[in-house]
């Protein structure tokens, strides 16, 4: 995609790419979005030299 000129977010090459934002800008206004996933099967996250996607750890209080 990225290829192809469409951004992607919350995946990649790596962990490092995977935690890329997407950065888009009109009239003079610039956005990034980020994205990360909390709940994934084993192996799907991305590490430091193996794809996947950018995982974040939550911890719920109540």
Same mark, same amino acid.
Do not use: W
């Given at each position: 995609?990225?290829?192809?000129?469409?951004?992607?977010?919350?995946?990649?090459?790596?962990? *490092? =790419? @995977?935690?890329?934002?997407? %950065? *888009? =800008? @009109?009239?003079?206004?610039? %956005?990034?979005?980020?994205?990360?996933?909390? %709940?994934?099967?084993?192996?799907?996250?991305?590490?430091?030299?193996?794809?996947?996607?950018?995982?974040?750890?939550?911890?719920?209080?109540?």
């Amino acid at each position: 995609m990225r290829g192809k000129g469409i951004q992607t977010i919350g995946a990649g090459r790596n962990l *490092t =790419e @995977a935690r890329q934002p997407a %950065v *888009t =800008e @009109a009239k003079g206004l610039r %956005v990034a979005m980020l994205a990360y996933c909390s %709940v994934l099967h084993e192996g799907y996250a991305a590490g430091p030299d193996t794809p996947g996607v950018a995982p974040m750890r939550a911890t719920a209080r109540f």
